[in-house]
């Protein structure tokens, strides 16, 4: 009877703390907890509007991310995260969906550095730890879902303003995680349209697979008049291989992007590199006016 009676008080306590978990106070409570911790440990700030929390997952609205001077960096209209609670059990975060609502970046580079790199720096620098091995965690995001993106950003130079604008992005993809094995395995597949400095449509495939210190990305995209097709390798050791199948490059996306430097006529490259240790190796082949 004392281990039954041990048992229904750590179910009731655990009832009881979802239950409050779930209600409003309680939901008010754990988003103060968690944006303070955040702006705890972070040079910026994170904000969030309201929290709500299920069985089954959360959901932030209006969140926002903040430079240390107090500008806003990243936000999202929603976030969504449906979670298995039962494999925290198995050491294990599995997010069967994310979603991210009208999420949208709004980078800078200025003498300052850049914005985003400095809201997420650590608030106070810490002394170093010895590394403990592997994390024995694994973090698996089934799917991916990205609604009404944008991304803006801004580069401050001698010689004026750089400002690249990408919008109506969406996306899908999924990923895992292994930290035991410190093994990779994604994919994500992105699409929208330019804005600035050129108009054009947007897409993206990567994919990344790996384990320990070798990894392979591939990696199609096009961006306006900019097209590439490449495949990154890196071995034991630190060896790093490129096969570049196709890089195109239009002469109007060219005075777009680089003004400086305007092309006349459409250049194509590909070929491969190879790199080990700080020899570079490259057999490539440039082509123009075709």
């Known amino acids: 009877m004392g281990v039954l009676s041990l048992l229904g008080l750590a179910l009731l306590l655990v009832v009881g703390a979802l239950v409050w978990a779930s209600s409003a106070a309680g939901q008010t409570r754990l988003l103060g907890l968690a944006q303070q911790a955040a702006n705890e440990a972070l040079a910026g700030q994170v904000t969030a509007q309201e929290l709500e929390l299920g069985l089954d997952g959360l959901s932030l609205r209006d969140v926002e991310l903040r430079d240390p001077e107090g500008e806003v960096v990243a936000r999202a209209e929603r976030i969504e995260a449906r979670v298995s609670l039962l494999s925290l059990v198995r050491r294990r975060v599995h997010v069967r969906e994310l979603r991210l609502v009208a999420p949208e970046l709004l980078l800078v580079q200025d003498d300052r550095g850049f914005n985003l790199s400095r809201a997420v720096a ?154 080990k240790g700080d020899t570079v190796t490259p057999e490539l082949t440039l082509v123009a006016g075709k």
């Open 122 to 275: 650590a608030r106070e620098e810490k002394p170093e730890v010895a590394e403990r091995g592997r994390p024995d965690w694994a973090v698996e995001v089934e799917a991916l879902r990205l609604s009404e993106g944008r991304i803006d950003f801004r580069q401050e130079t001698a010689g004026g303003e750089r400002r690249v604008t990408l919008e109506e992005l969406g996306a899908g993809g999924h990923g895992e995680w292994v930290g035991p094995k410190d093994a990779l395995r994604a994919r994500l597949e992105l699409s929208g349209a330019m804005r600035r400095p050129t108009e054009g449509p947007v897409r993206l495939d990567l994919e990344a697979d790996g384990e320990g210190e070798q990894l392979t990305a591939k990696l199609r995209l096009a961006l306006a008049g900019l097209t590439a097709d490449a495949q990154v390798s890196e071995a034991s050791g630190g060896a790093r291989t490129l096969e570049l199948r196709s890089l195109a490059l239009t002469p109007e996306t060219a005075r777009a992007l680089l003004p400086e430097y305007p092309l006349q006529v459409p250049v194509s490259l590909s070929g491969r590199a190879s790199q």
